[in-house]
């Protein structure tokens, strides 16, 4: 208990999956959590159970892709809690098409979301590390990230665009003491997966070495360690997470 004493997260597509055990994580460990996500119903009750333990969290209606809502989180953050430590980036969408089927409008969200609204959270926010002289980001990328995904080209191209991005960021601000590390889940349990595990868990098992998927909370404690000072000589790393998938 208490290895986020004292420090303010700002945590992405907090209202189900590994958000949502982010912020529970987190606020069990003494942060004082920022859940956003477009799903404000959901996200509400994410609060309020994080709040009926005597957790401290906030929620924020939030569309990733939109700059200006970017600023409103940012803005109304200071404004409760003065400072941000935390920016777990997370918010994301999976996509099952492939090159040869894909429209330039689904390719075009999938980008928005899971590689453009993490580049504006990691722009507004960081500025506001730099004040308090140190930060930690974590950007949720995926394994799709570091190996091919047959049937996800926008998907891996994003999460592997944000395992560069996420260097390059760590690189640029290492002098300020701003940490950016990516994390790289395998297959997770998650609302966004189900609807593939019923025909494609013959295929999952077969690179998955571990005789069982990855539940949210595996990936939390991968998060919460990044987002401590327990990792403080750690950035521009890759914490993969995915149960031997990349081991082979």
Not at 161 to 183: G, M, T
Request: hydrophobic share 45%.
């Amino acid at each position: 208990m208490g290895r986020l004493s004292g420090k303010v997260a700002i945590i992405t597509g907090a209202a189900n999956g590994l958000g949502a055990a982010d912020a529970r994580l987190f606020a069990q460990e003494g942060a004082m959590v920022v859940g956003t996500d477009l799903n404000i119903n959901a996200l509400n009750e994410i609060i309020k159970e994080i709040k009926s333990i005597g957790g401290e969290a906030i929620a924020l209606q939030h569309n990733v892709a939109s700059e200006d809502d970017w600023k409103r989180v940012i803005e109304e953050t200071l404004k409760q809690y003065g400072k941000i430590d935390i920016l777990v980036n997370n918010a994301g969408i999976s996509s099952t098409m492939t090159i040869a089927n894909l429209e330039m409008d689904h390719w075009n969200k999938v980008m928005d979301i899971n590689l453009n609204g993490c580049m504006l959270g990691m722009k507004y926010v960081i500025p506001e590390m730099q004040k308090i002289g140190a930060g930690s980001v974590i950007n949720i990328s995926s394994i799709g990230g570091i190996v091919g995904m047959a049937g996800s080209s926008a998907y891996t191209a994003a999460k592997g665009a944000l395992r560069a991005i996420s260097k390059a960021a760590a690189v640029e601000f290492a002098k300020s003491q701003i940490r950016v590390n990516s994390i790289h889940p395998g297959i997770i349990e998650t609302p966004m997966t189900a609807p593939t595990f019923e025909s494609a868990t013959p295929y999952y098992k077969t690179f998955t070495q571990l005789p069982y998927f990855g539940k949210p909370e595996d990936i939390a404690y991968g998060v919460l360690y990044l987002a401590s000072d327990e990792s403080r000589y750690m950035t521009g790393s890759e914490l993969v997470i995915d149960g031997g998938w990349t081991a082979l």
